[in-house]
């Protein structure tokens, strides 16, 4: 039996597993939508916490990967209780990097939580802050725009809506530039600091692995994957 996921929390908790568990077992979504009966977009909204797999789906996922009881015993800590309703507890994740990058794996795990004001975010961000999520930043190719050490909040999710600052994993490297999107899916990265270069990458549809880009300045070819949108961050004073 899938375990029962009282809170949000419980379930971005259980989410996270699926997530390393796919990771392990080197699975993409259309392997586990395949696995469990639904589609693909399914899998990705339910991963990118747009939406909640029902129990039944819970107990698909599970099965499909093998997990047991056992295994979400050692799930991330639970989101602490707010005693103010004004007060969310936003989920801190692995750093990013305003510079070459900063290695983290390939599955994001909550290192722990900071209390926010639910409404500012809501006024700040006009999203859910429930779905919201933190990321420390280090390295100075976003200064004076985005300082190391700075925190960013930031909407999980795993394509492009629009133009704008993003947090994005090239390879095994976690970075956050701004992102400019071009004809024929090709993606400009571009820092803020004046120092740093622009980058340009091109699609490769027909690669064997899926997101794979070609740099146009160095010709290398890797991995791009979104990971989320910053819809907020400190200014300097």
Not at 15 to 27: G, T
Request: hydrophobic letters at 40%; charged letters at 30%; aromatic letters at 8%.
């Amino acid at each position: 039996m899938a375990k029962n996921l009282d809170t949000p929390a419980d379930l971005d908790a259980f989410i996270q597993r699926v997530q390393r568990a796919l990771y392990e077992q080197e699975l993409s979504q259309s392997d586990l939508a395949e696995r469990v009966g639904v589609s693909q977009p399914t899998v990705s909204d339910w991963l990118n916490r747009k939406s909640a797999p029902s129990k039944r789906n819970r107990e698909k996922l599970m099965q499909a990967l093998g997990l047991t009881e056992e295994d979400l015993e050692a799930l991330p800590p639970p989101r602490p209780k707010a005693a103010d309703d004004d007060v969310v507890f936003l989920p801190v994740m692995a750093r990013a990097s305003a510079g070459s990058g900063s290695v983290n794996g390939d599955v994001l795990e909550i290192e722990e939580y900071r209390a926010y004001s639910r409404f500012e975010l809501r006024r700040m961000t006009g999203q859910n802050p429930e779905r919201l999520r933190v990321m420390p930043v280090i390295g100075d190719s976003m200064e004076p725009e985005i300082r190391a050490g700075d925190v960013v909040v930031y909407l999980p999710m795993d394509r492009m809506t629009d133009d704008g600052l993003y947090i994005f994993r090239m390879d095994d490297a976690l970075k956050i530039k701004k992102l400019q999107r071009y004809a024929g899916g090709a993606i400009q990265i571009i820092p803020a600091n004046p120092t740093y270069e622009k980058e340009m990458l091109l699609p490769l549809p027909d690669a064997d692995t899926p997101n794979m880009y070609r740099s146009r300045e160095s010709g290398l070819v890797g991995f791009f994957q979104i990971v989320g949108k910053v819809v907020y961050y400190p200014r300097p004073a």
